[in-house]
C-alpha cells in the first residue's frame, strides 16, 4: 500500500507491518528538499493512525541515505531572487539555515516520538542532518561502505 507523501522526493509504502519511508533524490545524494519535509509532515502521521504497522523503515535511494540539508538548491533558490528591489526579496542565508533547523528539528523530534520502532537503514552516506535523522532512529543499519559525518566540508 503506497503512502501519499505528497512528493516523489520521499517515498511511502507500507509492506505487511512495515512502513517504508525513502529518501528519493538520487541525483543530490538524497539532500533534504523542502517538499521533503512537508512529506514527513505527512506521512509520519499516517503511519502512526495505521493499526497494521509495528514499524518505520527509513531509507535513501540511489546508494545515499542523505546527504543532508540541499545547501547548493538553497543557494540556487536565494541566487534566484530579484536584486534590482523591484522583484521579490531574496531570504538571507542566515534566515535560510534557521528555516532549515527548525524543520530538521521537528521530523527528528517526531521520528522519536513515534509509539513504534524506527530503523534507519544506511546503504551510504549519512551526512548533517541526514545522520540527524538516522540518529534519531532506535537502531541504525549500516553497509560497509556507508559514511557517517556531522556535515560536508564543501
Partial sequence: ???????????????????????????????????????????????????????????GEGGAFCAGGDVKGMHENNSSGSQSGTGPSRTSIEDSVAG??????????????????VVAALPGAAAGAGLSMALSADLRLAAERAVLVTAFAN
Wanted: no cysteine; hydrophobic share 40%.
Fill in 1 to 59: 500500500m503506497k503512502i501519499e507523501t505528497g512528493t516523489d522526493d520521499l517515498l511511502g509504502r507500507i509492506d505487511g507491518h512495515v512502513a517504508v519511508l525513502s529518501f528519493n533524490r538520487p541525483e543530490r545524494r538524497n539532500a533534504l528538499s523542502a517538499p521533503m519535509y512537508g512529506a514527513f509532515g505527512r506521512a509520519l502521521p499516517q503511519i502512526e493512525r495505521d493499526p497494521s504497522v509495528r514499524v518505520l523503515l527509513l531509507t
Fill in 100 to 117: 532549515l533547523r527548525s524543520s530538521q528539528a521537528q521530523v527528528s523530534l517526531a521520528l522519536r516520538q513515534l509509539s513504534m520502532p
